[in-house]
């Protein structure tokens, strides 16, 4: 009986409470007037902003079931202009509670409806809301008179360009959806949301340690934080503005894919191959429109490196900087450059693009112990890039490659016909073999010697550049052999018994003490002035021409074998000609001088040469034969005894 009478008060508290609250939601629209609303909501706007709101529209106020007061066509700053600081299409704040049971209105919150944030960077420096924040900086000041009441501006789908006068540039977020973290009671201010940029979603968060201070210019604590599909960063440290903008701290980013990022930021295409998983930290210094890192640790395709790099924005684009890395990787990025086709025999045709090389320019110096190449290795390498005005000159200081060492330069730039091409190379004390072999596709030398050339041209592909290809080059190389070849062999074999043919003699090896190349390269025809190969047992020269883009040779030379003495003649000396393709040329000795060198051929010869010799080419025949020639008076259309080619005489025999 007790309990239901306990029940049975409480329910008549709580029905007396509801109806007395109904009555004052009931009785709130005549206990508060509407425009003594609107001008206290005004007036607050101003009082924590600074700023004195536009309002062009409709007001509505609204206190129940919540009390809210809603501006259509709200704009900041100068309407005058075409284009104000910010224009809304409604601006709605939400009132608190327990203060308008008290008859007065204050804000708890502050929300701006699809609005147009407009930022406009003139040349000088100066932007449309450089007043506005002066405005805005004197109302930061404390003021004990004053106190302010909400604490946060939402921002829902809207929309903020970025213009900059100096550089004709104009960048526009959209959908943005922000939460701005005012401050009130704390000195802080802080800004979380999102917001879509070139069609990619990012969310970013700012954090400003002193709002006052960083309004006014000087130096308060800056965070910010950004990720997207493409990029995700992060920046911790300080930023001032006066006398000029200064930001220090540590930065951070990664990328899954650099050449994404780049894209994404509206920057130039980068040549096909590498510019993929991206990673950096360094320790950040931004003065004016210079960034300075350094303590760099930067990860690109799976290469790590040291040092510092310094980006400049004041009027072109410059990366300049330095670093080190313990091992380079190059295969990425030099995998995409095909100097041959597919069957590795002929030129490639395709275009050959530049593009990635503007817009930016660039002066690198890297240094590693180790750099891999797709087709090799080198050793311990210092080079320094120059990128200007599509310009890019690559020198290599010093690099320890094939044995030996690499320095010189080359320079690539676009023309009307494409590219030109400049390279100034000398390679000192290297494997000849490797070297060669990896440059050229040439295998067949061995040995210890320098190479030098001196090459330009210019062409839309690889094949164009080398029908223009005009410089000069040099060999030299001691103490190897020509592979593949046993002149030596041949010599002996040819010297014993000329018309027997050389045997197989394209394999083994052709020892040589010294060898000395001088070239000379014409609208890609090369000219050889000089080719001498000295070796114990034999000697070789050579002359002729070789075509660059046909990839062929056209030689003709002369083998000797050494005599023993160093002043005697020498003992059998042998002209030969190379023609073919340079990665398997084919060596054939001269048909005449084996015909003319042979005791039982040379009258064959002479009496070839010499028509009406008919008892010579009779006795030539019964000496080749062994069986008697015809006639004299044999008839014309009587069969005579095959005579062989020259040719066929110098077709390789089973057996001597």
Known sequence: MIAATGFKRLGLAVAALVAALSGIFAAMPLLVSTDAVREAVKFEIRNVTGLDPVLRGKVTVSLFPTGHVSFADVILGDERSGQPALAAERLTARLQFFPLLVGRAEIADVSLVR?????????????????????????????????????????????????????NITETLNDVEMSLAWPSISRSFGATGRFVWRNEPVDASLSISDFAAALAGARTGL???????????????????????????????????????????????????????????????????????????????????????????????????????DKLDLTPYVSTVRLLTANQREWNTGPIALDGLHGVDLDLRMSAAQVILSSGSLGRTAVAANLRGGHLTVTVGESQAFGGVIKGSFTLASSEPGVDLKAQLQFIDVNLENCLGQMFGFKRLEGKGNLAFAIEGSGSSVLALTRTLNGSASLSGKQGALAGLNVEQLLRRLERRPLSGGGEFRTGRTPYERLTVTLKIAQGTVQVEEVN????????????????????????????????????????????IVQGRWDDPIMLPDPQSLIRRSGAAAPLLDAVRARGARDAVRNAIERLTGAPAAPADTPANTPALPVAEPAQALQPQKSE
Do not use: M
């Open 223 to 325: 965070k910010l934080r950004i990720a997207g599909a493409p990029l995700k960063a992060a920046f911790d440290g300080a930023i001032s503005s006066r006398p000029t903008l200064k930001i220090e701290g540590t930065l951070a980013a990664d990328a899954a894919s650099l050449r994404e990022v780049l894209r994404w930021t509206g920057e130039k295409t980068l040549p096909n191959g590498g510019f993929g998983r991206f990673a950096l930290k360094a320790q950040t210094n931004v003065v004016g429109g210079t960034i300075a890192l350094t303590g760099v640790n930067i990860e690109l395709d799976g290469n790590a490196a040291e040092g510092v790099l310094t980006f400049a924005t004041d009027g072109r684009q410059t990366l300049q900087g330095t670093l080190a890395a």
């Open 115 to 167: 609005p147009t944030i407009a930022v406009t960077f003139e040349p000088n420096g100066r932007s449309n809301w450089s007043g506005l924040i002066e405005t805005l900086a004197r109302s930061q000041k404390p003021s004990p008179q004053e106190t302010t009441s909400f604490s946060e501006i939402r921002i829902a789908d809207g929309t903020v360009i970025v213009r900059d006068e100096a550089r």
């Open 533 to 576: 190969i000295e070796g114990s047992a034999v000697r070789l020269a050579l002359a002729g021409s070789a075509s660059i883009p046909a990839r062929d040779l056209d030689l003709r030379g002369t083998a000797a074998l050494v005599p023993a003495g160093a002043t005697a003649a020498p003992a059998f000396e042998l002209p030969f």
